[in-house]
């Protein structure tokens, strides 16, 4: 075997090592790694932005729903008292309204009529236009 074997195995170990030192340096203490570093700052900054915005999202509209909730008891003691109140009042004279009887004048003989409203007809977007349209 040839002396020079040995010594050409030990070149090629001593770079395949360095090479490896010098990667795992590198990625651990090079422009990369407080490049990544940065990155997960960011990250862990960003992620507790957004748990905060949660929290405050949460705190609003739950505070929204209870007042909503608030509103509409409120709202349902007025219409109580108003309906007892009417009824006490007015006593037979009282009439039903419902959704038929908006269309019609609240107090009978309350004036004339408005005229009907009648739209335009809609034509379909493929439909010729008319002949009067064209002469314009």
Not at 59 to 81: I, W
Request: net charge negative; hydrophobic share 45%; with cysteine.
């Amino acid at each position: 075997m040839d002396p020079l074997v040995p010594v050409w195995l030990v070149v090629i170990a001593s770079v395949v090592a360095g090479m490896g030192a010098g990667l795992l340096l590198e990625r651990t203490r090079g422009p990369a790694a407080k490049r990544a570093a940065k990155f997960e700052a960011d990250l862990v900054q960003a992620r507790s932005e957004l748990m905060r915005y949660r929290e405050q999202t949460q705190h609003h509209f739950g505070k929204s729903a209870e007042l909503l909730g608030r509103m509409a008891t409120d709202y349902r003691e007025f219409l109580d008292h108003f309906v007892t109140g009417a009824e006490t009042l007015c006593g037979p004279n009282l009439k039903e309204l419902n959704a038929s009887g908006l269309e019609r004048p609240l107090l009978e003989g309350a004036g004339p009529q408005p005229a009907a409203v009648v739209p335009p007809p809609v034509l379909p977007l493929d439909s010729e236009p008319l002949a009067e349209d064209t002469a314009k």
